[in-house]
């Protein structure tokens, strides 16, 4: 069976609507460069439970999404935030805390910001009052990638493109993370695990430049950790058996 990798999705609970009382929507793209990579995407809803979120995935995908709420990381939003539904974060929140520390985690945009403020950092929450504005627009920049790291031995290169859609970024690094890209104006564009296997967080949307032979080699090497992570546990579960 192919490695199943839970995606955490966008949510909008509406009560007051007696049709559908809220929708859940996740962007094609992610799904389909899950399915490209060898993997088999599922959509985990805030009303999941984490522990049989965890029983299923073999790797975790956080993609985008509005804004965390900066008081989980002790300050008073900005004017300009766009809230995240906190349900969808506390699920992850969730799912963080409970989670094997080997299993395979990619975190895009704001999932990279989550990783950050789950580990204990902090976020820029209006990238524009620092100059920053050029971010939102989409525009494919260049990327650095620390030499030394986990990404740039994946894309086999210090330096990717990706399109960038966010307008906020990582402050304080969380603990147990370090800073593997740079976007020329030094705002930090990814980060990954010291202490983890297989835990990466790219501030660009990779899934935006599906034909792009880096994004290509990120999603194949996040799948094919998840595999390793299924094969693991499946020997482990023989093993208890025998």
């Not at 965890?54 to 935030?81: F, M």
């Not at 974060?89 to 985690?105: Q, S």
């Not at 307008?167 to 890209?181: E, K, P, V, Y």
Request: hydrophobic share 35%.
């Amino acid at each position: 069976m192919k490695p199943v990798i839970a995606i955490t999705a966008e949510c909008k609970p509406d009560p007051g609507d007696a049709r559908t009382r809220g929708t859940i929507t996740l962007n094609w793209n992610y799904a389909e460069m899950i399915a490209r990579a060898g993997g088999l995407p599922i959509v985990i809803p805030p009303t999941a439970d984490p522990e049989g979120a965890l029983a299923l995935a073999d790797g975790w995908l956080i993609p985008g999404g509005r804004d965390i709420d900066a008081s989980e990381w002790g300050e008073e939003n900005h004017p300009k935030v766009e809230l995240q539904d906190p349900s969808r974060f506390a699920i992850e929140k969730e799912i963080f805390r409970r989670a094997d520390p080997d299993l395979p985690v990619l975190g895009i945009c704001y999932g990279c910001q989550a990783l950050n403020v789950l580990h204990g950092g902090s976020l820029h929450q209006y990238l524009p009052d620092m100059g920053g504005g050029h971010h939102e627009g989409g525009v494919l920049d260049p990327m650095q990638v620390e030499p030394d790291s986990k990404l740039a031995r994946i894309v086999e290169s210090e330096r990717v493109e990706g399109k960038s859609y966010h307008h906020q970024g990582i402050a304080r690094l969380g603990s147990a993370l370090r800073t593997c890209a740079r976007h020329g104006d030094g705002t930090i564009e990814a980060i990954e695990s010291t202490d983890r296997p297989w835990l990466i967080g790219v501030q660009w949307h990779p899934e935006r430049t599906p034909e792009d032979e880096a994004t290509r080699r990120l999603f194949r090497a996040f799948v094919d950790a998840a595999a390793a992570y299924r094969a693991k546990r499946s020997a482990q579960v023989a093993g208890s058996k025998a």
